[in-house]
């Protein structure tokens, strides 16, 4: 199986400080604002929805695809809650909402799938949080 890497550096104080994050082709800024309040750039849990969305809808798409049907679309939105416990901030839920367009995928079909994929998905696997699922069958 394959290896992934991404980078973070940050400088200064927690809200007062910058960083970047680097991966493949992105190399963005990240502050205390664009995490906690409403700033320019990203934050981690921005970055754990991308990923959750990429590989909950690639997920669903190898399910569809073993049922020899062939996916014109998935599109999933992943929502990511920031909370904070009594150790600090943590990730409450991710809601997954998912929108998928397939000629000859019966609803009752669709909605197996789409349960094993948010149960199967890796990204799903890494969490031990609440997880979601809206999905549409259009």
């Known amino acids: 199986m394959s290896i992934r890497t991404a980078k973070a550096e940050w400088n200064g104080t927690l809200k007062e ?10 190399d963005g800024p ?4 664009s995490r906690f309040e409403e700033g320019d750039g990203t934050n981690p849990e921005e970055l754990v929805g991308a990923a ?5 809808s690639m997920f669903l798409s190898a ?4 049922e020899n ?3 014109a679309s998935i599109k999933t939105t992943a929502k990511v809650h920031l909370g904070k416990d009594d150790i600090g901030p943590v990730i409450t839920s991710i ?5 998928v367009v397939c000629e000859g995928l019966t609803q009752d079909k669709f909605d197996e799938l789409a349960a094993a994929a948010k149960a199967k998905c890796p990204i799903s696997r890494l969490y031990d949080t609440d997880i979601k699922l809206t999905a ?3």
């Open 52 to 56: 959750h969305a990429g590989c909950y």
């Open 69 to 71: 049907l062939s996916p």
């Open 95 to 99: 809601e997954l909402d998912c929108q």
């Open 17 to 26: 400080g910058k960083g970047v994050m680097q991966f493949s082709n992105y």
């Open 30 to 33: 990240y502050t205390f604002k």
């Open 63 to 66: 399910l569809i695809s073993g």
């Open 136 to 138: 549409n069958l259009m």
